[in-house]
């Protein structure tokens, strides 16, 4: 299994809340993703890092963002969580451009 | 909007018999992807096809790409009840910059 561990696994928060969800990787991969899933959605990119320091938006960035002070961690942040955020999300590694991808297992958020 | 859409959505079938899922997709790509997710886990990578090939093998797997109908058939032959989770398609798009969008996915179901 890659290394890859996200955390929480498990969240439930309110509306209006701040949250940060960890992708933690140890196999030193160039690229990290956050994606959501949703049903009747499928999986949806809303940021990714090229390197440290380096993010760029994905389809469905609008209320998020994120930070990658140093290759292992991608960090995803909800300034102030909606309903709308309710979502399984999913962290994903590859180390070169025309790889695939190796998922974490996931990060279930509940925004009541 | 999603760049790759599987068809059918659900697909229920008998152990031993094979399974065809398949993906179209709207714009140019790099490669092609196919990922199975067991419920409640994170995605697994099955097969990546580049768009100069036509058809790639892996164990029970046999995936097809067709360029010209922008489109790529996900064969499982003989399954079994542990094939029993949902398969996404996944599109790197050239000029994408490294970004997978994937599919809704398609539910399979093998009964025993």
């Known amino acids: 299994d890659a290394g890859i561990t996200q955390s929480p696994r498990h969240k439930v928060t309110e509306t209006g809340t701040p949250v940060t969800l960890r992708c933690h990787q140890t196999e030193n991969h160039r690229y990290m993703y956050w994606y959501r899933q949703d049903p009747g959605h499928g999986l949806r990119l809303i940021h990714y890092s090229y390197g440290v320091k380096d993010t760029d938006k994905g389809e469905v960035s609008d209320g998020y963002s994120v930070s990658r002070s140093k290759t292992e961690d991608f960090l995803l942040t909800l300034e102030s969580a909606t309903s709308s955020q309710t979502s399984v999300y999913f962290c994903a590694i590859k180390d070169r451009g025309a790889g695939e991808l190796f998922f974490g297992e996931g990060s279930r958020l509940t925004v009541l | 909007s999603q760049q790759g859409e599987e068809d059918p959505q659900a697909l229920s079938i008998q152990e031993g018999e094979n399974a065809t899922m398949n993906c179209s997709y709207k714009?140019?790509?790099?490669?092609l992807q196919w990922y199975r997710q067991n419920s409640g886990r994170g995605l697994v990578h099955l097969i990546l096809i580049r768009s100069n090939e036509r058809e790639k093998h892996s164990g029970r797997l046999r995936v097809t790409l067709d360029t010209s109908k922008k489109s790529s058939s996900l064969l499982i032959t003989a399954s079994r009840a542990a094939d029993t989770a949902s398969y996404f398609c996944a599109t790197d798009a050239e000029g994408s910059g490294s970004r997978l969008t994937f599919g809704e996915g398609t539910q399979l179901t093998v009964n025993p």
């Open positions: 714009t140019s790509i790099n490669n």
